[in-house]
């Protein structure tokens, strides 16, 4: 009979890869590089922490061992993933890399024009 860590386990594996197959799909369909830096790097960081966090209790809950590592590299992914988009999107908004042309608000837009910086 299937116990409930192994359940929880199987929750967190499917979730996380959910979470990385919506976003391969997301990166293939959305029409501009910003929305698709949203679905890679949303998707990929619930995603591979979903994986990461099934890995933890596999080793945890399985073989006994409390593995630091893999909570650092949550903690990582958790951190830096959003971080990284963001900083990515914003370097292509300032060398000029088109909206789509449905688009229907640019706040970024607005902010640089109100502080003077466009």
Known sequence: M???KETVIS????AGTFFILSGTIGVLRFPDVYSRLHAA???????????LIATFLYFLFDMGIFSGKLILG???????APVGGHMI????YRSGVPLWEKTAYNQLEEKEKKDGQL
């Open 2 to 4: 299937i116990s409930l």
């Open 74 to 80: 949550i903690i990582f992914v958790l951190l830096t």
């Open 89 to 92: 999107s914003r370097a292509a």
């Open 11 to 14: 929750l967190f594996l499917i």
């Open 41 to 51: 790097t949303k998707s990929a960081t619930l995603g591979v922490s979903g994986v």
